[in-house]
Structures are given as structure tokens and as C-alpha cells.
């Protein structure tokens, strides 16, 4: 399962970041899943919880916003945001540079 792995990673990352921030229990997550990972909320939640739950950590909210597609045109290098075709140059070689993980955004 997808989900799984992603939401083994994401908790890593969010004790990571709780330990830097000096939170000593958590109560919420911040998650930002792009658009391009094909990751299910909603599994990635249940996922979450069952991550949590082995670690001993109860009653977390987890909130997830997504992470819109992002590209740069690899003929001119501009950013290009979600188009296809790059609007400066016409290039179709695109390198896609956000979208693509699923990240911690915050722990409280």
C-alpha cells in the first residue's frame, strides 16, 4: 500500500519537526499532498492514525491541503506554472517542480 509508506515518512518528518519546534505533544498535523502523487487523503489518513497509534500517539488532527502542479520549461527555464506548453518560448519540454511529495507543513 502506498499510503502506508508515505504516512511511515510523514510521521517521521512531523517528530522530527516537532522535536526542532520544542512541541511536546502533538495535537494537529499540517500535511501538503501534491496533485501528481496519486495519494488518497483519505487512506493516507486512516494510515496516519494506524502510523500514530503504534508510536503511542492518540488523537491527532491531521488537515491536508493540496500542493498544486508547478513546471519550469526546460528550453527557457521559466516557470511556466501548470501550463503544458510553455507560454514565453512554445517549448513542450517541461520538468514538472512541484506536485510531485507530500510534505509536513506544520505540527501544533
Do not use: W
Not at 508515505?6 to 496533485?35: F, P, S, W, Y
Not at 526546460?74 to 513542450?92: D, H, L, S, T
Amino acid at each position: 500500500m502506498h499510503e502506508h509508506g508515505e504516512a511511515d515518512r510523514l510521521m517521521r518528518q512531523a517528530l522530527a519537526l516537532a522535536e526542532e519546534k520544542g512541541v511536546a505533544n502533538i495535537t494537529k498535523i499540517e500535511i501538503g499532498v501534491g496533485a501528481l502523487t496519486g495519494l488518497s487523503p483519505q487512506a493516507l489518513e486512516e494510515q496516519l492514525k494506524h502510523v500514530a497509534g503504534h508510536l503511542g500517539i492518540d488523537n491527532i488532527h491531521f488537515e491536508f491541503a493540496t500542493i498544486l502542479p508547478e513546471a519550469v520549461c526546460r528550453q527557457c527555464q521559466k516557470n511556466i506554472g501548470q501550463e503544458y506548453v510553455c507560454p514565453f518560448c512554445g517549448g513542450k519540454s517541461i520538468k514538472i517542480t512541484n506536485g510531485l511529495d507530500a510534505v509536513v507543513v506544520a505540527v501544533t
